[in-house]
């Protein structure tokens, strides 16, 4: 029998990314279910045995899920299907703490960046055979380096004399608006929508009519502008700053 998977992005050109990278992954004969807003995917899953896969029904037994939907957020759907039987991933552009911890609270078994190399995907991806949970390098880090600052914070407390309920209290940096010289041009406004969508260098170009490596030129300018080193530390930033 076949594995029933079902993507939930709203982004045709990423949907089928995904699927090359699950047909890739596994040697099961796959059947790939593509939904591209929280409606359709509702829809889906009610066919599939409903919230809680019922018995007798054939589930889907692997779920991603994008955060950023038309008609509302990821989140909503993961909740929904806290008690769902099957691995629910994750797929997002967001590596920033207030996109993946809320995606692990409500329930999701993986998180992984869309902007990762196909063959990193397809490496975490079959962690799941193993059961590991597939996750980016770079969310794996995120998570270690917070757990150990955890650890840093709640040793420094003890020092200090504070209780266990007060607990280590984080407060978030204020973002600064972008300084006028360094704000993006309305040609990299441009890039960066198309780039926090999930298009590729090549697809960008091709809808902007512009060569490739001028859009390459560009998302160089974007990244020195914004100060970052990756297209999810690009759409996070500019989103708070409300650049696009």
Same mark, same amino acid.
């Given at each position: =029998?076949?594995?029933k998977?079902?993507?939930? &992005?709203?982004?045709?050109v990423?949907?089928?990314?995904?699927?090359?990278?699950?047909?890739e992954?596994? %040697?099961? /004969?796959?059947? $790939?279910t593509? @939904?591209?807003?929280?409606?359709?995917? !509702?829809? +889906?899953v009610?066919?599939?045995?409903?919230?809680d896969?019922?018995?007798? @029904?054939?589930?889907? *037994?692997?779920?991603?899920?994008d955060?950023?939907?038309?008609?509302?957020?990821?989140l909503?759907l993961?909740?929904?299907?806290?008690?769902?039987?099957? /691995?629910k $991933?994750? /797929?997002?552009?967001?590596?920033?703490?207030? +996109?993946l911890?809320?995606?692990?609270?409500?329930?999701?078994?993986?998180y992984? #960046?869309?902007?990762d190399r196909?063959?990193v995907?397809?490496?975490?991806?079959?962690k $799941?055979? !193993?059961?590991?949970?597939p996750?980016s390098p770079? $969310?794996?880090?995120?998570?270690l380096?917070?757990? !150990?600052?955890?650890?840093a914070d709640? @040793?420094?407390?003890?020092?200090a004399?504070?209780?266990?309920?007060?607990?280590?209290?984080?407060?978030?940096?204020? #973002?600064?608006?972008?300084? &006028?010289?360094?704000?993006?041009?309305?040609?990299? /406004? &441009?890039?960066?929508?198309?780039l926090?969508?999930?298009f590729t260098?090549k697809e960008?170009?091709?809808? =902007?009519?512009?060569?490739w490596?001028?859009?390459?030129?560009?998302?160089?300018?974007?990244? !020195? *502008? #914004?100060?970052?080193? %990756?297209?999810? &530390?690009?759409a996070?930033?500019?989103?708070k +700053?409300?650049?696009?």
């Amino acid at each position: =029998m076949a594995v029933k998977v079902l993507i939930v &992005e709203d982004n045709p050109v990423a949907r089928g990314f995904l699927a090359r990278v699950v047909r890739e992954s596994f %040697s099961d /004969t796959m059947t $790939i279910t593509e @939904a591209g807003d929280l409606e359709a995917a !509702r829809h +889906h899953v009610q066919l599939a045995g409903g919230g809680d896969g019922l018995h007798g @029904a054939d589930p889907f *037994k692997l779920i991603f899920v994008d955060l950023e939907l038309p008609d509302g957020n990821g989140l909503d759907l993961l909740s929904a299907l806290r008690h769902y039987p099957a /691995t629910k $991933i994750v /797929t997002t552009l967001y590596s920033d703490d207030d +996109h993946l911890f809320p995606a692990l609270q409500c329930g999701a078994d993986g998180y992984l #960046l869309k902007e990762d190399r196909f063959e990193v995907l397809v490496e975490e991806l079959q962690k $799941i055979v !193993r059961g590991q949970p597939p996750l980016s390098p770079a $969310i794996a880090r995120r998570l270690l380096l917070h757990f !150990r600052a955890g650890a840093a914070d709640g @040793a420094s407390a003890a020092a200090a004399g504070l209780t266990a309920a007060s607990g280590p209290v984080s407060r978030p940096v204020p #973002l600064e608006a972008l300084p &006028e010289h360094e704000r993006l041009t309305p040609r990299e /406004t &441009e890039v960066l929508t198309y780039l926090s969508k999930g298009f590729t260098i090549k697809e960008i170009a091709s809808l =902007m009519g512009i060569k490739w490596f001028t859009v390459n030129d560009h998302i160089k300018s974007i990244y !020195r *502008k #914004l100060d970052v080193s %990756s297209r999810a &530390e690009a759409a996070v930033l500019a989103t708070k +700053h409300g650049l696009v």
